[in-house]
């Protein structure tokens, strides 16, 4: 069932999903409304309903990982750090013999609470550690999120490919 879960002051964890596939990757999506909402929803978690959101307190990040079949793979915190939202996703190894050569996805979707969110313009970024590694992904949102049901308009949220540098 998809539902509220574990989190943090500020942050409550939703319906982590598993499926599989080929490939490594970060990603990072963010709704401020319940359309751009569906638009995440839609492609990651298929069959689970879409969760109630008060997109007046709240707004909603998505990240996604893809990691092994032997990897253990947790979302550790998610902070905000003057004009930076962190997501922490820890990666580790299972000592469990051989591996199947699959990848798996996992998706964490978080309802931020607006009232912690830095006014814009603030970064979104997801860090993915395991041992020997790190991986970065961002979101640049060049407008203020932290008013009731403020929406980001287009062009708006740009990401790492969208960035200078």
Same mark, same amino acid.
């Given at each position: 069932?998809?539902?509220?879960?574990? &989190? &943090?002051?500020?942050?409550?964890?939703?319906?982590?999903?598993?499926?599989?596939?080929? &490939?490594?990757?970060?990603?990072?999506?963010?709704?401020?409304?319940?359309?751009?909402?569906?638009?995440?929803?839609?492609?990651?978690?298929?069959? /689970?309903?879409?969760?109630?959101?008060? +997109?007046?307190?709240?707004?909603?990040?998505?990240?996604?990982?893809?990691?092994?079949?032997?990897?253990?793979?947790?979302?550790?915190?998610?902070?905000?750090?003057?004009?930076?939202?962190?997501?922490?996703?820890?990666?580790?190894?299972?000592?469990?013999?051989?591996?199947?050569?699959?990848?798996?996805?996992? +998706?964490?979707?978080?309802?931020?609470?607006?009232?912690?969110?830095?006014? &814009?313009? +603030?970064?979104?970024?997801?860090?993915?550690?395991?041992?020997?590694?790190? /991986?970065?992904?961002?979101?640049?949102?060049?407008?203020?999120?932290?008013?009731?049901?403020? #929406?980001?308009?287009?062009?708006? #949220?740009?990401?790492?490919?969208?960035?200078?540098?």
């Amino acid at each position: 069932m998809c539902g509220r879960a574990a &989190g &943090g002051g500020s942050w409550r964890r939703r319906c982590p999903s598993r499926d599989r596939d080929s &490939g490594y990757v970060t990603w990072v999506g963010l709704a401020t409304d319940p359309g751009r909402l569906d638009e995440l929803w839609t492609s990651p978690f298929r069959k /689970a309903p879409v969760p109630e959101v008060d +997109f007046d307190e709240d707004v909603v990040v998505w990240f996604g990982v893809v990691s092994g079949a032997c990897t253990d793979v947790e979302l550790g915190d998610v902070t905000v750090d003057g004009a930076v939202v962190h997501a922490d996703i820890v990666e580790s190894s299972r000592e469990s013999g051989p591996c199947p050569l699959v990848a798996v996805y996992h +998706f964490y979707v978080v309802a931020l609470e607006r009232s912690r969110l830095p006014s &814009g313009p +603030f970064t979104v970024e997801l860090r993915v550690k395991s041992p020997g590694h790190t /991986a970065t992904r961002r979101l640049a949102v060049d407008v203020d999120l932290s008013g009731p049901g403020a #929406v980001a308009g287009p062009g708006a #949220v740009r990401s790492d490919r969208d960035l200078p540098g």
